[in-house]
């Protein structure tokens, strides 16, 4: 069975910085694409940040600058720096971890880890 599991949310203030990590296991095929969701209160999930096993990233814009990603392929693990953090990126933060099962994709989620940061 594929396991996602995500560890280092938390309560921060504003301008303060969280690392969030991910490990995934499980799958006899490779994990394509690593990234983070983030759902707030009221409001759809949305792409916050996701990597590929050869290192090409995208961002969410409202995060470029501030958050990074990365991966470790031999540990198929995805961390999320966030610095500067913003009241506004709070919300509970998702792990997606993608693959390509040899006929279509597979999405496989987290559990979630609430990140809070007040003003």
């Known amino acids: 069975q594929v396991q996602v599991v995500e560890s280092g949310g938390g309560l921060v203030q504003a301008g303060g910085s969280l690392r969030l990590s991910c490990a995934a296991s499980?799958?006899?095929?490779?994990?394509?694409?690593m990234g983070w969701y983030r759902q707030a209160p009221g409001k759809q999930r949305e792409l916050v940040a996701a990597?590929?096993?050869?290192?090409?990233?995208n961002y969410a814009n409202s995060v470029k600058g501030r958050f990074t990603i990365s991966r470790d392929n031999a540990k198929n693990t995805v961390y999320l720096q966030m610095n500067s953090l913003k009241p506004e990126d709070t919300a509970v933060y998702y792990c997606?971890?993608?693959?390509?099962?040899?006929?279509?994709?597979?999405?496989?989620w987290g559990q979630g880890t609430q990140v809070t940061v007040s003003s």
């Open positions: 997606n971890a993608r693959v390509w099962n040899g006929l279509g994709l597979d999405d496989y």
């Open positions: 499980g799958s006899r095929f490779s994990f394509n694409v």
């Open positions: 990597i590929t096993r050869i290192g090409s990233t």
